[in-house]
């Protein structure tokens, strides 16, 4: 389960940073290995503040009060990134939480354009470990 919800998060920390990485990150211009810059028009960003923030709500529906505190004051600075740093997830809270984030990445993806996705998938193809086939 621990695996499971890293995947998740990590997905959803992906999806978020190539979705809310601001245009000031990308000033210095791109390397190969930095998330493609993605453009979002007025009404996917509008769609993905509506998305950050249903996610917010769920997430801290799940935690107990002290959790709940910390995600909230961490978020300000570290959006959802928060999340590694709760302590003591139950099994049932980390179950839960993993939902909400696969439906939330699930959610932003269906943000993106054709075009986006293209500029996305090729990132990840040039940035992706190569996996070695070990199976004889």
């Given amino acids: 389960m621990k695996l499971k919800f ?4 990590a997905g959803a920390i992906a999806a978020a940073t190539i979705a809310a990485t601001p245009l000031v990150a990308f000033a210095q211009g791109q390397s190969s290995d ?7 028009n007025r009404e996917q960003q509008a769609k993905y503040e509506q998305i950050e ?6 997430i801290e529906a799940v935690l ?9 004051a961490e ?3 570290m959006g959802i990134r928060a999340l590694q ?3 003591s997830l139950n099994e049932n809270q980390s179950r839960k939480i993993g939902e909400i984030l696969q439906k939330t990445r699930l959610e932003i993806d269906d943000l993106f354009t ?6 996305i998938r090729e990132w990840q193809m040039r ?3 190569t996996q070695q086939n070990d199976s004889k």
Avoid: M
């Fill in 6 to 9: 890293t995947q998740l998060f």
């Fill in 34 to 40: 930095s998330p493609p810059r993605i453009t979002f």
């Fill in 53 to 58: 923030a249903t996610a917010f709500t769920a």
């Fill in 64 to 72: 107990e009060p002290a959790q709940k505190a910390q995600f909230v």
């Fill in 75 to 77: 978020r300000e600075t």
């Fill in 85 to 87: 740093n709760l302590q």
């Fill in 114 to 119: 054709p075009e986006q996705k293209d500029q």
């Fill in 127 to 129: 940035n992706q470990p």
